[in-house]
């Protein structure tokens, strides 16, 4: 977590509520900043989404992929100054992230570089205190407190340098006057509007398209090369993506947290995908699986979990693969959108 937010933040939050407007402090995010006069040129050539949108005020959603199209890392995108354009990451991918961009950077007149930037979601109306321009979904504004990224019109975030005196003196009282939620409201929200995000355990694994990145706005087939272009393009244009993330509930309630990268296996026991994202819902879990197969009319797909050992003979060998794995069923959940 970014140690700003130590001295910010109250001692509980609301974490076990689902609904109610409020604010999420966004502690398991990193924003990198590429800073300098080549800093959207060059992200036009590494990235999979159109940076050029961002001159027009459109934060956009992306991947940086290695040379065969796999994803190292996805990122919410938008300007946090003219010449300063940030990235809110993972924090489990920062640091690789920043590093596989450094390693083109070099002739760019441009810096990368882990910023200690601050990123609050907002459920609920943006205050005029922090904004009073009228954003449509998608649209991002730069004000004195931060910048200001509208998801809906009920759904925002704001990003605000520790440096900035005005930005942090407007999260103070909003922090102190609102409800504040835990981070995993944050990521019932994204899964509830199918934006699965590149973590630690998914990174170098997919296609931008096995995250449905081409259904969301993630990729631009028309702005021309960037690394991976080439094969992504293919996969386009020549045939679908063999996987696709989809919304997914479970109601039992595992013996062991589920991770992301965790298996999901069909009904004959074989390894299909994998988690994307988890979060608990109202009824237990919500989750984004990656899956090579699914059918949502006669769905057959299942978690794989371990179970607690119960032996009580203090020598019995108690490690993950000595203990029974117990498969848990998914259900469907509908997406705000198709997949073909």
Not at 23 to 47: R, V
Not at 134 to 148: N, W
Not at 150 to 174: F, R, Y
Not at 209 to 217: E, K, P, R, T, W
């Amino acid at each position: 977590m970014n140690s700003a937010w130590t001295s910010l933040l109250p001692p509980t939050t609301v974490a076990a509520s689902h609904t109610g407007d409020g604010l999420i402090p966004l502690t398991e995010h990193t924003i990198i900043t590429i800073t300098g006069p080549d800093a959207i040129k060059f992200l036009q050539g590494q990235c999979t989404c159109d940076v050029t949108q961002l001159t027009q005020g459109y934060w956009r959603l992306g991947a940086h992929c290695n040379v065969n199209g796999r994803m190292l890392s996805s990122f919410t995108m938008a300007l946090l100054a003219d010449d300063c354009v940030g990235l809110r990451v993972h924090s489990s991918i920062a640091k690789s992230t920043a590093q596989a961009l450094q390693r083109y950077i070099v002739f760019s007149k441009a810096q990368c570089e882990i910023s200690q930037a601050l990123a609050l979601g907002i459920v609920g109306a943006i205050p005029e205190s922090i904004s009073s321009n009228k954003l449509e979904g998608g649209q991002f504004s730069i004000t004195p407190a931060g910048t200001v990224l509208q998801h809906s019109n009920n759904l925002g975030e704001l990003w605000v340098s520790t440096h900035c005196a005005l930005g942090l003196d407007n999260i103070k009282p909003l922090l102190a006057q609102n409800p504040i939620y835990a981070a995993s409201r944050w990521q019932l929200l994204m899964i509830e509007q199918g934006r699965a995000e590149v973590q630690q355990a998914t990174s170098d694994a997919h296609l931008p398209q096995a995250f449905n990145f081409d259904l969301i706005g993630g990729i631009n087939f028309k702005k021309g090369c960037y690394t991976g272009q080439e094969i992504i393009a293919r996969v386009h244009y020549k045939g679908q993506s063999k996987q696709r993330v989809h919304a997914l509930q479970l109601d039992e309630q595992p013996c062991e947290p589920i991770s992301v990268g965790q298996r999901i296996i069909n009904a004959e026991g074989k390894a299909v995908g994998e988690v994307a994202a988890i979060a608990s819902n109202a009824t237990g879990y919500a989750l984004l699986a990656c899956t090579k197969a699914f059918d949502a009319e006669a769905p057959s797909l299942f978690v794989a979990g371990i179970v607690t050992n119960t032996a009580t003979d203090q020598d019995a060998d108690n490690s993950p693969a000595n203990r029974p794995v117990h498969t848990m069923p998914l259900q469907p959940l509908p997406l705000p959108y198709a997949i073909p």
